[in-house]
């Protein structure tokens, strides 16, 4: 990316994690580079590119769609999960390809047949919105849903639900702990969304953005 004129920053909210580190490289590839994110011992949250007019932060993935719907920032690189259980006014603009997994319904092989027979079983996950939206508008089967915030392969394992809602990337957390895929949700990945002001406002620097990672991807 060519350097520019508009001296207003564009600004970039990361999920903190895998998912930023791949970011970071492939705006790096479209020759937006972060140096000072790199440092891991830094505590500072907020990093600037001044050549390019460009500005990163590190959040908690969940809260990467609310700084975007707000336009705190323009950008954000987030899950594909993030983005359906958050549900925000932002325009998923771009499938970034990497951190590729699925979201699932898990859990012993004994679950199936209350599946099957749609039983009013209890569904524990980090994602209620999605799993709700799964058992009730995709399946029809009343379901109770019991948020949880991590490790929930436990809950079918100490019998506090039936089956979880989850992300399987390996399905080696699963197989450790004796559980299995029984449904498959839906594909995810991370995707780049963009505020929906910022998508008028910044029209040809965004789509620039996008058409430089594009190339990048195809080539990767
Ligand atoms: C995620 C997910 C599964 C695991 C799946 O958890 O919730 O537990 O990764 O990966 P696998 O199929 O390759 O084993 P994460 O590591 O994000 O931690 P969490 O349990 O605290 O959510």
Known sequence: MSGNNNDRYLTFALGKGRLANKALELFEQIGIPCEEMKDKDSRKLIFVNE??????????????????????????IVGKDTILEENRRVFEVLDLGFGKCRMCVCGPL?????????????????????????????????????????????????????VIVDIVETGSTLKEN?????????????????????????YERISRIMQDLKKVLEQN
């Open 51 to 76: 050549e390019q007019k460009c500005r990163f932060f590190l959040s908690k993935g969940p809260d990467v769609p609310t700084y975007v719907e707000y336009g705190a920032a323009d950008i954000g």
């Open 110 to 162: 004994s679950a199936k047949e209350k599946l099957q027979h749609r039983e009013r079983i209890r569904v524990a996950s980090k994602y209620p919105v999605i799993a709700r939206d799964y058992f009730h508008n995709v399946k029809h089967q009343t379901v109770d849903i019991i948020k949880l915030n991590g490790s929930v392969e436990l809950g079918p394992i100490v019998g506090l639900s039936d």
């Open 178 to 202: 004796g559980l299995t895929v029984l449904e498959e949700i839906c594909p995810l990945s991370a995707r780049m969304i963009v505020n929906q002001v910022s998508m008028k406002m910044e």
